[in-house]
């Protein structure tokens, strides 16, 4: 079964005080998403990013940019962002 793909939708600018502007992970986030290893465990780690998203504003545009990254790859997305992607 394929992994869940990182949250990285290939912006990566840290303009917003240590943000990407792309998909709000900090560098040690990106660093600490590489080393999960469990499936369970990428998935939560996605579902705190969407509530970091939603803190920090102006993410509208990751949830369908990351939508199309999982259907790419052939991975069930997590609810939350499929939830999202539809409210876009």
Known sequence: MPK???PCIDVCKFKRAGHCIGCSMTKDQKSMFKA???EKHRQAFVEMLVGQQS???KYRHWSLKYLRKCLKKKVKPV???R???SNT
Do not use: Y
């Open 55 to 57: 803190r920090l504003g």
């Open 4 to 6: 869940t793909p990182s």
């Open 83 to 85: 939830d999202l992607a």
């Open 79 to 81: 609810q939350t962002v």
């Open 36 to 38: 999960l290893k469990t």
